[in-house]
């Protein structure tokens, strides 16, 4: 009995193919559905600009209460 070689397979296990779908993972397709916003991009909602420009001079309990709304309602990811 002869050994072989090992056999490639024709899509290597465990990776998926890339999406065209466009957009991404909360489904927006707009103009800067694709922009990874960095520290010196400020968000494109003024109300969220607002919150974000204040924040570093915001009480600690203000702060607490705001994130306490967001996690209430749902939103935001995990830290």
């Known amino acids: 009995m002869g050994r072989g070689g090992l ?3 024709a899509s290597p296990a465990g ?3 890339v999406s065209d779908s466009r957009g991404n993972k909360s489904g927006n397709i707009g103009a800067d559905s694709g922009r ?3 520290p010196d991009t ?3 909602d003024p109300e969220l600009a607002a919150v974000v420009a204040a924040w570093p001079d915001l009480p ?3 702060r607490a209460g705001i994130l ?3 996690a209430a ?3 935001g990811g995990a830290r």
């Open 73 to 75: 309602s749902g939103g």
């Open 68 to 70: 306490a709304m967001v």
């Open 42 to 44: 400020p968000p494109a």
């Open 60 to 62: 600690g309990a203000v």
């Open 36 to 38: 990874s916003a960095g």
């Open 7 to 9: 056999e490639q397979p």
């Open 15 to 17: 990776n998926t193919p």
